[in-house]
């Protein structure tokens, strides 16, 4: 059964940590093995359907005995070095809002967003998912950083049909798709923060196109129903606007709850009315926020650092100016020991022995320290 030879492969892979593919890699002397037990498991449940269940179980024994085996003998304090695995390190949330045919304030072009995915993959980054990154059950390969890609507003742009009716190449989705057609390590997440009755700007296609996000692994959030500055509005107003948007939605998608907010402007309410941003209601309509983002200026702190803090997330945007995607790229670049790179393991905090105060008290239990050099 093809079922069970993936599952295998699958638990060495969980068992051993995800690293990459380099000749000496003890990992990847798992995987061969793995190969060639799928194999034995296939040939096993072809030639005798009666006997499989005893035989398969065998052979999993045998697996689980190669995985405890290697795990024995990986030096991880070495790979940790190796890979700089810093999980208290910085991340970049990076905002974007149109595609356009120049580039401009919070707009790249469709050539530019390419160019910022090819160079995120080429240094290293993979996509995750807010949900994932606000709740640190970030789950990319050891060695690499995470990164989340936002979009504001819902222009057309961001999601629009050809006169094929396909997604257009040059919209957001289109690129991200495409991206991912040929990098599928990269992950295709990112999150679309809409408001209104109309997001993507193709009235007759909105039930369409939401659907069509959630199916495929991106996320909806909220950008309000109204784009309304939230510092001019009451307690009662902050959860009128939250919650029409919230019921927009769940009639266009159904059992869909949005729980990210972008804050219009980048504007709180005054600190008595912060609140209701988090949780209210309007006619029959509830909701729940768990993360809210700021307009954008700098890197982050990792969700398991000690200054994490969900409800205000610094994104930063796109384009190459100073304090912009490229200059941040570069300055992580120059100071990787700054940098988020992940152990490859969502269950466990790995950081530098000098950085463990700076992992919050919540993690205490699943952290992991090792010395970032042979002579400590």
């Not at 090819?118 to 606000?134: H, I, K, N, P, W």
């Not at 100071?335 to 993690?363: I, L």
């Amino acid at each position: 059964m093809k079922k069970l030879s993936l599952l295998l492969a699958c638990l060495l892979l969980t068992s051993c940590g995800s690293v990459n593919n380099t000749a000496e890699n003890p990992v990847v002397e798992v995987v061969s093995e793995a190969e060639n037990l799928s194999e034995e498991i296939d040939q096993v449940t072809e030639n005798s359907e009666e006997n499989d269940q005893v035989d398969q179980e065998v052979l999993v024994e045998e697996v689980e005995e190669v995985v405890e085996e290697v795990v024995e003998e990986i030096d991880y304090e070495a790979l940790y070095r190796e890979y700089k695995v810093n999980e208290a390190g910085k991340v970049l949330v990076i905002m974007y809002h149109n595609l356009a045919d120049k580039p401009g304030t919070y707009a790249s072009t469709p050539e530019l967003f390419r160019k910022d995915l090819e160079r995120l993959y080429a240094e290293g980054y993979r996509t995750v998912s807010m949900t994932d990154f606000v709740n640190n059950t970030i789950d990319i390969p050891m060695g690499t950083t995470p990164v989340v890609l936002t979009f504001d507003d819902g222009s057309k742009s961001n999601f629009y049909f050809d006169e094929n009716g396909e997604i257009a190449s040059d919209s957001a989705v289109g690129i991200l798709n495409d991206f991912y057609a040929e990098h599928e390590d990269f992950g295709r997440n990112a999150i679309f923060y809409l408001f209104g009755t109309n997001p993507f700007r193709e009235k007759d296609l909105v039930a369409e196109k939401l659907n069509y996000l959630v199916e495929n692994g991106y996320e909806i959030g909220t950008h309000t129903y109204g784009h309304d500055n939230l510092k001019e509005l009451s307690g009662e107003g902050i959860e009128k606007t939250l919650a029409r948007n919230e019921a927009f939605i769940e009639s266009m998608v159904e059992g869909y709850d949005m729980i990210h907010l972008s804050l219009p402007y980048g504007i709180r309410p005054v600190e008595e009315l912060r609140k209701h941003i988090w949780s209210g209601s309007y006619e029959e309509t509830t909701y729940e926020i768990i993360s809210a983002v700021n307009v954008g200026w700098n890197p982050v702190v990792s969700p398991a650092h000690v200054d994490f803090n969900p409800k205000s997330i610094n994104r930063i945007t796109c384009g190459d100016d100073e304090a912009e995607l490229h200059f941040w790229l570069d300055q992580l670049a120059d100071r990787p020991e700054r940098r988020y790179y992940s152990d490859g393991d969502r269950n466990t905090v790995v950081v530098p022995a000098s950085k463990a105060e700076d992992v919050h008290e919540a993690y205490k239990d699943q952290l992991i320290t090792y010395n970032e050099s042979e002579e400590e």
